[in-house]
């Protein structure tokens, strides 16, 4: 049984994580685990923390796969982008409840 990659929820979708010259990449470790919430956010995409995160596992979990059948892209500069941005979101949403809990928003 899978669970989402972001919240825990068990009631799961697929999630295409990679692409590769604008296409889905179909193997496994690509292939991620959200809930609907998470897959589909508020417009039909998913939300953006929830992709980054399933865009880090996947590329973690396949690498060596990566390197090998997808050679035209860093894979490594990949994910230090992604866990760059994962980041930066992680303090933007601590930001956003500090105001909100301060009464600026």
Known sequence: MKACEHCGAKDVQWHHAL???KKSIQEVYAI???CYNCHMGNS???IRI???ISKINAIEEGMKHLKA???????????SRYKIELRQLKENKHERIRAQLNGYI
Do not use: F
């Not at 059948?69 to 994910?79: A, M, T, V």
């Open 19 to 21: 692409q590769y010259a």
């Open 32 to 34: 991620r685990a959200l």
């Open 44 to 46: 039909m995409k998913p």
């Open 50 to 52: 929830a992709d980054v």
């Open 69 to 79: 059948n997808y050679p035209k892209c860093d894979w490594e500069q990949e994910l």
